[in-house]
């Protein structure tokens, strides 16, 4: 299943390519993947035995139709009734898992949808991840805003209405450090109401940092929570080191961070155990930090620069749905995102039963806001994108396509007093 995965060796430098095989073939040419690296923080934690214990021994073939028929009867959804509604046995139950989870989303969130849009601000990267279109031997346009050009973004998208933005870098240290990410929240701080990071994992005194400059909340996202697939598929930086990255979001909220949000990257490896864990990671974490914003993202593969046979072959729309609702029914109060990976109609019918949050006018292109809002030419310069998004709406489309489906769409829910 990995090869499907890998860039075009056609589009990778000579030394990348050296650097490439020998990676590939020499084994003892990688870092341990479980292995901290020197700086990396650890932290003394019981989530990640937990999670991790509930997915190993995760055997969804043996579940069946009782076992949905009873978790959708039970008031409150244990982790075997969760376990239940994630197996195949669910699959003829989706009406039934649609209805539940269109009751518990209009209980705990009514009919609102929350919107906000993401920013990129540098694609570097120090990771050879092999389903990336950022990934460091990935030959691309790389680049990597300035103060200036940020806060130039900011204006573009703010005009547009949108309160929340989403800050995100490629991996790496090097080209965008912790007081780079850091003068960017300030900015983002004039500009809007809530402030969220999807960077790379750093340590708690980091977190508090980014916090102190105006970041609210952290969105990591885990990508596979199989350590041998992990393994298989990031190669090289530091990325490559599982537990630091699964604790990432515990770090965030010991540094004071208002809510932190989860992801497996569905179609990497076994998408049922992936988002068992995905759900598992909140559960266990909600109960020791109970006072925390928490949400779970749930974005699939999608086609790379270099590589458009990416996709995520085993998880359809069906798959999808499942997950979402499964997600909503056992977990009634967390936050549910769905990106702009997603088809516009997916996205249309999903907020409608059980997510609550959407991205919108989004880019994933780095200096582009301004072509993608006015239709004026920047002149080129501009960063070349992680992956390609499906739905490609402006936020007053979003807006207003929300609207003419009964909902309402909110751009802010939190007051700075």
Not at 85 to 92: D, N, T, W
Not at 183 to 200: Q, S, T
Request: net charge negative; with cysteine.
């Amino acid at each position: 299943m990995e090869n499907r995965f890998f860039v075009d060796s056609n589009h990778l430098s000579p030394e990348a390519l050296k650097v490439k095989h020998k990676l590939e073939t020499e084994p003892s040419f990688r870092s341990n993947h479980m292995e901290y690296m020197p700086g990396m923080e650890k932290i003394e934690s019981d989530v990640c035995e937990k999670v991790m214990a509930h997915m190993s021994s995760y055997d969804y073939n043996k579940y069946t139709a009782k076992d949905v028929k009873a978790a959708l009867e039970h008031d409150a959804i244990s982790i075997e009734d969760f376990k239940a509604l994630l197996s195949p046995a669910a699959q003829p139950f989706l009406e039934e898992m649609a209805q539940r989870a269109r009751l518990e989303t209009s209980k705990h969130f009514g009919n609102t949808v929350y919107l906000f849009t993401p920013l990129y601000i540098a694609n570097y990267c120090e990771n050879y991840c092999v389903y990336c279109g950022f990934n460091c031997y990935n030959n691309i346009k790389r680049m990597k805003l300035t103060m200036e050009q940020i806060e130039h973004e900011m204006k573009i998208i703010a005009a547009s209405g949108m309160e929340e933005i989403l800050i995100l870098t490629g991996e790496s240290r090097a080209n965008s450090d912790v007081k780079y990410i850091g003068e960017a929240c300030k900015l983002a701080r004039k500009y809007f109401r809530m402030v969220g990071l999807e960077i790379y994992p750093v340590n708690t005194d980091e977190y508090a940092y980014l916090h102190e400059c105006g970041a609210d909340y952290v969105t990591v996202f885990q990508e596979t929570y199989d350590t041998e697939k992990y393994e298989k598929l990031h190669l090289f930086g530091h990325k490559r080191i599982w537990p630091y990255r699964f604790d990432a979001q515990e770090r965030a909220l010991k540094a004071g961070m208002r809510g932190v949000a989860f992801s497996a990257l569905l179609g990497l490896a076994d998408f049922r155990k992936d988002a068992l864990a995905s759900a598992l990671h909140v559960y266990f974490l909600q109960r020791k930090y109970p006072h925390a914003e928490m949400s779970l993202s749930c974005p699939r593969l999608r086609p790379i620069i270099n590589n458009d046979k990416i996709n995520p072959l085993d998880v359809h729309e069906k798959q999808l749905c499942q997950i979402i609702c499964a997600y909503r029914i056992f977990l009634p109060f967390v936050g549910i995102t769905v990106s702009s990976r997603e088809s516009a109609s997916f996205r249309n019918g999903i907020v409608k039963i059980a997510a609550t949050k959407i991205s919108a006018g989004v880019s994933t292109g780095i200096g582009d806001h301004e072509s993608k809002y006015s239709g004026k030419d920047n002149g080129g310069t501009q960063g070349d994108e992680q992956f390609e998004i499906d739905d490609n709406r402006s936020l007053k489309k979003v807006y207003d396509d929300i609207s003419d489906e009964g909902l309402q769409p909110v751009l802010n829910d939190y007051i700075y007093v």
